[in-house]
């Protein structure tokens, strides 16, 4: 399973775009980058996917360079709300494919 | 639409006492999962069923049991539990295809 390093905490403001970046150099070719978000007391949710490219949707949107060693996830205008963990994760997508959890990263979001 | 449901939400038991956590989900996929979430960690993969009537041991399995009693049910059993295993279990779902996780509120288990 490929591995992940993204950066373990970040701090933004209201109304600010942040980006997260996360490494995973030994990416598989059909490997997919997912990201979930995590509040306190909540399972994680799922926030978007992509193989390659840009992909966007109401929530975020998520930036994969041609060579795919890394990701980076775009959340727009953020809000105290979104104050949570983020994860990054590499897996198939396919079947019945296990995810692998790192640490993530713990978004601060203040006023 | 409930997605995925775990009971209990908290349980506080003895060492060496049993216990069995369960998770339903009503979105009629076709494998499920059980993670465990320590302080300050990501999640573990305990076990897996890619669908009824098999399971497969994920990460860190030791000290646990499963049982896929039907497409809708996973549960997670500890037949004696360890102050090791105080921790958030997380209960897991998944479409076939491609699909993304869909995970309950987790049951935050204590033992003394």
């Known amino acids: 399973l490929a591995k992940t390093t993204q950066p373990i905490s970040m701090d933004s403001y209201e109304g600010q775009e942040v980006n997260i970046t996360c490494s995973h150099n030994n990416i598989a070719t059909n490997d997919y980058i997912t990201w979930y978000q995590q509040f306190p007391s909540q399972g994680p949710r799922f926030i978007i996917q992509g193989y390659k490219t840009k992909v966007t949707n109401e929530v975020a949107s998520l930036f994969i360079p041609a060579d795919r060693k890394s990701s980076t996830l775009s959340l727009p205008r953020v809000s105290l709300s979104d104050t949570a963990v983020y994860y990054c994760l590499v897996a198939l997508n396919s079947g019945y494919s296990t995810l692998t959890f790192g640490k993530g990263t713990m978004l601060l979001v203040s006023p | 639409n409930a997605g995925v449901t775990q009971t209990p939400k908290f349980q506080v038991l003895k060492t060496g006492q049993s216990m069995t956590l369960q998770c339903a989900q009503d979105m009629n996929h076709n494998s499920m999962y059980w993670y465990r979430q320590d302080p300050g960690m990501g999640l573990r993969l305990i076990y897996y069923?890619?669908?009824?009537?098999?399971?497969d041991k994920g990460e860190v399995p030791n000290g646990y049991n499963v049982s896929r009693l039907n497409k809708r049910e996973f549960s997670l059993r500890l037949e004696s539990a360890a102050p090791s295993q105080t921790s958030v279990y997380f209960c897991a779902s998944r479409e076939e295809g491609g699909q993304p996780q869909h995970f309950g509120d987790g049951t935050r288990l204590s033992i003394l």
């Open positions: 069923s890619a669908s009824e009537g098999t399971t």
